[in-house]
């Protein structure tokens, strides 16, 4: 299946997730003036046993057009992924029906990170440029909370640039 992407915004993506940037204007003002607050961006949600992480992963870059043929999810809490540099990264999420259904394709913009909701099927992290790493909050428990899809028919994305 051929996906082509979109730009990434709150709005197609709030069924999977949260987009996190500095769209508009701040919540607030700190810092004596110098610094803009936009507060609490995403739903985080551990599940009642779990607690929040951050861990750094380091991905290989992929280039487009990529191919998927693997999409997972997290049951027991959400996820987010935060760039620590500039570059653009690809989102691959589906809607749910006893599996993942409807794939869309998000190119993200400078600035932008991600908050998958609980349960959102996901491709897997994938920067487009190097080095690839990433600020990642996401539920540390006991449970496995992993859940894996592969694809009968790979989806090829690319971008319509």
């Known amino acids: ?3 082509t992407c979109e730009p990434l915004t709150a709005t197609a993506f709030a069924p999977f997730g949260d987009v996190l940037d500095c769209a508009g204007a701040p919540d607030k003002m700190i810092n004596a003036g110098l610094c803009g607050r936009y507060h609490d961006r995403a739903q985080l949600d551990f599940g009642s046993d779990g607690r929040a992480g951050i861990s750094v992963f380091r991905a290989q870059a992929r280039s487009l057009p990529y191919t998927c043929d693997l999409l997972e999810r997290h049951p027991d809490g959400s996820q987010a992924f935060i760039p620590m540099s500039a570059d653009p990264f690809l989102v691959i999420v589906a809607e749910d029906n006893n599996g993942p259904v409807n794939p869309r394709a998000f190119l993200t913009a400078p600035g932008q990170g991600i908050n998958f909701h609980r349960g959102t099927w996901h491709g897997v992290l994938t920067p487009l440029a190097e080095p690839g790493l990433f600020a990642v909050i996401d539920r ?6 992993l859940e894996e899809s592969y694809l009968e028919e790979p989806l090829i994305i690319d ?3």
């Open 140 to 145: 540390i428990g006991t449970t496995p909370n």
């Open 1 to 3: 299946m051929k996906l």
């Open 159 to 161: 971008s319509d640039q």
